[in-house]
């Protein structure tokens, strides 16, 4: 899945939907035999959405998760103070109305007053000044608090109020607070990491929590009282299917209403008149992008030779065509091709297996008896890590493991289940290779993934990537609101990124949603299908739950 409502910034990407339901520009492929809306096929009240899902939750507390999966759930039940609208513009949520000073220093939040919490309590400007503290207590053990230790202050004049200070320009300060609001009265004093609000949230957003069923469902239902109208839909399933292909099945028979289609169901699986009558496909450029990243603790990978090679024996149109049917682009750095940000000029390593094989050899790599190369005794040998699941990021790693076998590789590939691959391996830095994704913000500042200070368990650097230019750069990119300077910087970073390859960087996927035509209310946006869920419904007569 990908991040939804709560914080406005990066993620791991697991994929219900390849990366986004709520990303870029998307079109809708029509019905063949379209649902005639009447008089009668008017919005109502009532109805379940079931959305298909791989992966399971770690903690409906947002700041404490870096995965997809637990932002998915969290975002229909948190609020963060501001929000991107459909057009990818930023509006406030939980601030009625916020005003930057001339100098962009000072952010000062006027709060809804309409506004409860799950439980029926107001919410305040205190639940903010909680939020604000706890993400920066060196205690939490939140991915996310970088954004807040720019903040010298955080003042409540009243109930209502909120006014933020900082003490040096800070460019992605405003998108920052679109960080998840917690309630202060059922946290304050407590650690928040053992409240059971991990397990059962407490929230301002549309949806409330129900029921959470582990290996199988998290159930949500309406807030009746939600302060930009009541959803139309009653209840909100998340359904745990940990393959994409049993998933699918699920989605004909009935028993899924959502999910993401995989390129082949898309392209050739789902193009029949009953299909077509019953769903709805969509596809769009995604937000996210598809990696390599190596450890560079690793013996193997401090050789930047050697991550050359990598990147020089792995055809990317090949993947581009082999696995996503030509539902994507080739990705040659963090930054997502069309963006202001985006370095057009990277110069990207092209697919060149004797290039590939020349730097191997520099690197001191000999072929040995059995075809694949060793040194000093040792063969050269590694195991990409990547999630259950996800048959896409399989077909990848098969595919790269085959290109890297004919310049003398010898790659194995584990696939591991996605709550133990974040704690066991990713947090411990316990692998050689992942194949992983990120979800990118509207913002460029990735600070939190390539900045050398970064690198603690549960943080966002998990590769040890460490260069003293980039964290220089990362900090200007950051500290000015000149568009230009911080073109200028993040250009620098592409250049740098491309040079010595942390990263291969594979592609940009397309997203590829699908959902049941029964669901009604569907507006593609420039921020994809999710922005009004609210206002998704299904008409009386055609209500299943």
Known sequence: MTFMRGTLRWQYCIMVVFFSLLSAACTAEKPAAPHVVSATASPAYGDTLVEGTIGEASTLIPILASDSASHSVAGLVYNGLIKYDKDLKIVGDLAESYQVSPDGLTITFKLRRNVSWHDGKPFTSRDVLYTYRVIIDPKTPTAYSEDFKQVAAVTTPDASTVVVRYAKPYAPALASWGVAILPAHLLEGQDITKSPLARKPVGTGPFRFQEWVSGQKVVLEANKNYFEGRPFLYRYVFRLIPDTSTMYMELKAGGVDQMGLTPVQF???????????????????????????????????????????????????????????????????????????????????????????????????????????????????????????????????????????????????????????????????????????????????????????????????????????????????????????????????????????????????????????????????????????????????????
């Open 267 to 545: 392209a050739r699986q789902t193009d029949t008149p009953r299909f077509k009558a019953d769903f709805n496909k969509y596809r769009y450029p995604s937000n996210g992008y598809l990696y390599l990243g190596y450890n560079l603790r690793h013996p193997l990978f401090k050789d930047v030779r050697v991550r050359r090679a990598m990147t020089a024996a792995i055809n990317k149109d090949e993947l581009i065509q082999g696995v996503l049917f030509g539902m994507g682009q080739k990705a040659n750095g963090p930054m997502i091709p069309g963006r202001w940000a985006h370095n057009p000029n990277v110069k990207d390593i092209p697919y060149d297996p004797v290039y590939a094989r020349k730097l191997l050899s520099e690197a001191g790599w000999k072929v040995g008896a059995d075809g694949f190369l060793q040194k000093d005794g040792k063969p050269l040998r590694f195991t990409i890590l990547t999630n259950q699941g996800n048959q896409q990021r399989l077909m990848t790693a098969q595919i790269i493991q085959q290109r890297l076998k004919q310049v003398g590789v010898d790659v194995r590939i584990r696939i591991v289940e996605w709550a133990a691959f974040l704690k066991e391996f990713i947090d411990k830095g316990n692998f050689e290779v992942v194949l992983l994704a990120w979800m990118t913000s509207q913002d460029p500042d990735m600070y939190d993934i390539w900045h050398s200070s970064k690198t603690k368990p549960g943080e966002l650097n998990f590769i040890g990537y460490n260069n003293p230019e980039v964290d220089r750069l990362l900090e200007e990119g950051r500290s000015t609101f000149d568009i230009e300077k911080r073109k200028k910087a993040y250009f620098r970073i592409q250049d740098i990124l491309a040079e010595e390859q942390p990263y291969t960087f594979l592609y940009v996927p397309d997203a590829l949603p699908v959902v049941s035509s029964r669901i009604r209310g569907i507006e593609p946006a420039p921020a994809g299908i999710g922005h009004n869920l609210i206002k998704w419904y299904v008409p009386k007569q055609e209500q299943r739950y």
